[in-house]
């Protein structure tokens, strides 16, 4: 598990944002249940802690 903060949240992705440099692989599930997030998603792109996820479910 690594934890983040979720930016941007909406239907299609969000922005995460990793408190040092994450490297999760490139798929990987999403859960967060004060924001009723419990997906599989995909990254999108990195800007060093950040990141851009889609969702594919």
Do not use: K, Q
Request: contains cysteine.
């Amino acid at each position: 598990m690594v934890e983040c903060l979720i930016w941007n949240h909406n239907e299609h992705g969000a922005l995460l944002e990793f408190p040092h440099e994450a490297s999760p692989d490139e798929a990987f599930h999403l859960h967060c249940p004060e924001l009723a997030i419990d997906t599989p998603c995909r990254v999108i792109w990195r800007d060093g802690r950040e990141w851009g996820v889609a969702y594919t479910a």
